[in-house]
Nanobody, 123 residues
Framework: QVQLVESGGGLVQAGGSLRLSCASSGGTFSTYTMGWFRQAPGKEREFVAVISWRAGNTYYADSVKGRFTISRDNTKNTVYLQMNSLKPEDTAVYYC????????????????WGQGTQVTVSS
């Protein structure tokens, strides 16, 4: 029901920063809970962060807590993932996803997905 397009990925040295963006269309963005997930080669897709339609309601995976920040701008129909202090183990394809109502951390709870953007962290 909602189309999502990620951008902002790239190559960065360890300790650097990137900001990912996810542009939404085709739905009422302000009513959707938005999440970020990532998947490294040979590994399962894992939860990263989520933000509810209430912008102050967020949740993070322990592996990124304190380094990553999820935010949203409902006037631009866009969700962001600010990634600081990046580590080589953060290397993955990052996906944004959308669902209605309450926050969730399981990928199966999200019905709409973007195509992903590659993040590579070198050391």
């Amino acid at each position: 029901q909602v189309q999502l397009v990620e951008s902002g990925g790239g190559l960065v040295q360890a300790g650097g920063s990137l900001r990912l963006s996810c542009a939404s269309s085709g739905g009422t963005f302000s009513t959707y809970t938005m999440g970020w997930f990532r998947q490294a080669p040979g590994k399962e897709r894992e939860f990263v962060a989520v933000i509810s339609w209430r912008a102050g309601n967020t949740y993070y995976a322990d592996s990124v807590k304190g380094r990553f920040t999820i935010s949203r701008d409902n006037t631009k129909n866009t969700v962001y993932l600010q990634m600081n202090s990046l580590k080589p183990e953060d290397t993955a394809v990052y996906y944004c996803a959308a669902r209605r109502d309450t926050i969730a951390t399981r990928s199966s709870d999200f019905g709409s997905w973007g195509q992903g953007t590659q993040v590579t962290v070198s050391s």
